[in-house]
């Protein structure tokens, strides 16, 4: 027997590294310090950290006139005065700043700076340090909302072109911490005058000497990807059909796939040719992973209809995956499309369906906690509610009102415009010989709980022929396989000083920032 391959934990890419500016690469914190307290004519204390340290002018201008009746107008322009007078003639690189901006040129890694700062006050700490050592800046004066709301890393990331999933900033303040995680990022927490907690998604270090590149993309999150794929009676309506399944599993790069239709063999025998993990249950439902697989979930003894799952180690990660395979009568684009039945109709004849759902759901509650991500993939056999303005398809509500998000539908949430199709390939027309074109829906999906949502996709390899010519198709199966690829965070920081990682529970995607990569929609996102 073949043994398994040792898989690395795949990390995504360190698109680009985002720098605070005071407090984090100049040392203009302690003189931002000193201008309130010459403005305030007063010491400050711990307690008025909170409305001067990475906040904008404004804020503490408007700050300071509510406790002195002065007008916050005249009071933001002195802060602009003392603050510029002093950068001017006291500004200091923060140790390791240098060094670490001069290795991520090296290595190809733009690097932006992002201040709450006024541009003024930016573009005279960039000619100290060096504007060619950024390719872009953002400063108060560049955005609607400064820090700690999300858009100042937002924009610097839609003008790099990279998705902030991918980004680490680095950050000195628990003000600027909060932007930089609002919009996604990892992050390298240097603190400056306020100590900063470790936290999910975070880690802390008490200065940047000795930082390297590779420290900083060891902080971003594991990539994994989850394909969902109905074999259609494992395959065997199609010449040759399991190094095809092989091939196309390889093609999507997919980590774990849910599988549906197994005709009892295909989960090990498709594990052994890839040298993965797998969890058979029943005659109809199986899990391969290139992961190990740490517990098998759910009923092993599962009929043709259920769901099954496993819990995969990802690092120091457990993450929960199930698939489901759902009844397929009576089909509801059937009878909405040829009976032309009404939405009322159609909902009351989820009963059988919505039932395998909410068993399926209650079984996942019983497996797991709140601290292990979920993935639910699966053939649901109806439409999503997400899809049809008219019809509240009961079965996707459930899933949706448990927790689980459609993560096809986070990526791509104009049905329209990115139908997504899943059944199906060879269907153009219906079996039934009247030569009435086929409803095409998306019936197969991947729900999530607790992960970050980088993309999804459709896929279909090849130009399928239609039934019943398909023993010579690329494609050995009547539906569409449905891929995604997610972001599960990490545990421990890049040297074991803090945790880093998980945005799991209301983890959401960051499909609406990131360039689009994805091939998707009516073309089934076809693999070249």
Do not use: C, I, K
């Given at each position: 027997m073949k043994e398994r391959s040792v898989t690395p934990h795949p990390r995504l890419p360190l698109q680009a590294v985002l720098f605070d500016m005071d407090g984090t690469l100049v040392d203009t914190e302690r003189l931002w310090w000193e201008a309130v307290e010459h403005v305030a004519g007063r010491s400050l204390t711990q307690a008025d950290q909170p409305e001067v340290l990475g906040r904008p002018v404004e804020h503490t201008a408007a700050w300071l006139g509510a406790g002195t009746g002065r007008p916050a107008?005249?009071?933001?322009?002195?802060?602009h005065r003392e603050f510029a007078g002093r950068v001017r003639t006291g500004i200091e690189p923060r140790p390791g700043a240098l060094g670490l901006l001069d290795a991520l040129a090296r290595d190809g890694i733009p690097a932006a700076l992002v201040t709450a700062s006024p541009r003024a006050v930016a573009d005279t700490v960039l000619e100290a340090l060096g504007a060619h050592r950024f390719a872009v800046s953002v400063t108060a004066d560049d955005t609607e909302h400064t820090k700690p709301a999300p858009d100042p890393y937002l924009t610097a990331c839609r003008a790099l072109g990279v998705d902030p999933t991918a980004c680490v900033a680095v950050e000195d303040t628990e003000t600027g911490v909060r932007s930089a995680e609002a919009a996604g990022c990892s992050v390298l927490a240097v603190p400056s005058l306020a100590p900063i907690d470790a936290a999910p998604g975070r880690a802390v270090r008490a200065s940047?000497?000795?930082?390297?590149?590779?420290?900083?993309?060891?902080?971003?999150?594991?990539?994994?990807?989850?394909?969902?794929?109905?074999?259609?009676?494992?395959?065997?309506k199609v010449d040759d059909h399991r190094a095809k399944q092989v091939k196309a599993i390889l093609e999507t790069g997919a980590d774990v796939v849910g599988l549906q239709e197994t005709g009892g063999t295909a989960a090990r025998e498709l594990?052994?040719?890839?040298?993965?993990?797998?969890?058979?249950?029943?005659?109809?439902l199986g899990i391969i992973s290139r992961h190990p697989i740490t517990a098998g979930l759910g009923d092993p003894d599962v009929g043709f209809y259920g769901t099954v799952g496993v819990r995969i180690a990802l690092g120091n990660r457990e993450i929960d995956i199930w698939t489901a395979h759902l009844d397929y009568t009576p089909y509801g684009p059937y009878e909405a499309t040829f009976d032309g039945l009404p939405a009322a109709e159609l909902i009351a004849h989820e009963d059988v369906r919505l039932a395998q759902m909410r068993d399926a759901l209650r079984r996942i509650t019983e497996a797991g906690d709140d601290t292990v991500p979920v993935v639910l993939v699966g053939d649901f056999n109806c439409p999503s509610h997400l899809d049809w303005p008219d019809v509240e398809w009961p079965v996707t509500k459930a899933a949706e009102e448990a927790g689980l998000r459609d993560s096809y539908r986070e990526a791509h949430p104009d049905p329209a415009a990115d139908p997504g199709h899943t059944w199906s390939p060879i269907h153009p027309v219906h079996e039934d010989g009247s030569g009435r074109p086929e409803p095409q829906d998306r019936i197969d999906y991947i729900l999530h709980r607790g992960l970050t949502v980088l993309d999804s996709r459709t896929v279909v390899t090849g130009t399928?022929?239609?039934?019943?010519?398909?023993?010579?198709?690329?494609?050995?199966?009547?539906?569409?396989?449905?891929?995604?690829?997610?972001?599960?965070?990490?545990?421990?920081?890049?040297?074991g000083t803090a945790t880093s990682g998980a945005r799991a529970a209301g983890a959401h995607t960051r499909a609406e920032t990131a360039p689009d990569r994805s091939t998707h929609g009516q073309d089934w996102g076809r693999l070249p």
């Open positions: 107008a005249d009071l933001a322009a002195e802060l940047l000497l000795g930082m390297t590149p590779q420290q900083l993309a060891a902080l971003l999150p594991y990539r994994l990807r989850v394909m969902s794929w109905n074999l259609w009676h494992g395959g065997t594990a052994e040719a890839l040298s993965w993990h797998h969890h058979a249950a029943g005659e109809n399928p022929h239609p039934r019943p010519d398909v023993a010579g198709n690329d494609w050995p199966s009547d539906h569409a396989a449905v891929v995604t690829t997610f972001a599960v965070g990490l545990e421990d920081g890049p040297d």
